[in-house]
T-cell receptor, first 115, second 114 residues
Framework: AQKITQTQPGMFVQEKEAVTLDCTYD???????LFWYKQPSSGEMIFLIY??????QNATEGRYSLNFQKARKSANLVISASQLGDSAMYFC????????????FGSGTKLNVKP | ETGVTQSPTHLIKTRGQQVTLRCSSQ?????VSWYQQALGQGPQFIFQ???????GRGNFPPRFSGLQFPNYSSELNVNALELDDSALYLC?????????????FGQGTRLTVV
């Protein structure tokens, strides 16, 4: 079964507007971490935000926030005030407790910010 | 700047050849994992090393092998290259064995097999 599902292959957003990128996950492990990475065309994975499964509050990092709904197993990324430089691929990923550095990635969402 | 460097950045090999990809991690990052990212897909876990021992492997054949060295560098070796091995290969390193710490990715090596 897919561990991470991203159902939006591509998204468009107007500059300065907010956008939500969807992510659902599947795990039976009670302890896990959820991550969002940005991948520009250069290929490097840039860490954006992290949410632990036991964290009570939604994570925020600058313009990025994670809408964590544990019961629904969703971890959507919200980007506020989009900028042209936000155009890139975005990947949702999960790491389970016994796997020190093993990430399960979704298929990604290509975000295009329009001027 | 993640402090993780991969080399080479691009590589073209012929089917049947062998290739070695390298990853240099930050000091203290004793956990490294490797991923294969085919065009248009998310990265797929190949294997990970912790303190120079392989301690996790994804669904990849034995011709994918690795090494981790005491100086926080590591290698991914692929034997008998196939056309489907063409992909971006990423390494990710992190400090310690704890789970709730960020992993830092390199910029990747783009391998083309012809």
């Amino acid at each position: 079964a897919q561990k991470i599902t991203q159902t939006q292959p591509g998204m468009f957003v107007q500059e300065k507007e907010a956008v939500t990128l969807d992510c659902t996950y599947d795990t039976s492990d009670p302890s896990y971490g959820l991550f969002w990475y940005k991948q520009p065309s250069s290929g490097e994975m840039i860490f954006l935000i992290y949410q632990g499964s036991y964290d009570q509050q939604n994570a925020t990092e600058g313009r990025y926030s994670l809408n964590f709904q544990k019961a629904r197993k969703s971890a959507n990324l919200v980007i506020s005030a989009s900028q042209l430089g936000d155009s890139a691929m975005y990947f949702c990923a999960m790491r389970e407790v016994d796997n020190f550095n093993k990430f399960y990635f979704g298929s990604g969402t290509k975000l295009n910010v329009k001027p | 700047e993640t402090g993780v460097t991969q080399s080479p950045t691009h590589l073209i090999k012929t089917r049947g050849q062998q290739v070695t990809l390298r990853c240099s991690s930050q000091s203290g990052h004793n956990t490294v994992s490797w991923y294969q990212q085919a065009l248009g897909q998310g990265p797929q876990f190949i294997f990970q090393y912790y303190r120079e021992e392989e301690n996790g492997r994804g669904n990849f054949p034995p011709r994918f092998s690795g090494l981790q060295f005491p100086n926080y560098s590591s290698e991914l070796n692929v034997n008998a290259l196939e056309l489907d091995d063409s992909a971006l290969y990423l390494c990710a390193s992190k400090a310690g064995g704890g789970r709730n710490t960020e992993a830092f990715f390199g910029q990747g090596t783009r391998l083309t097999v012809v």
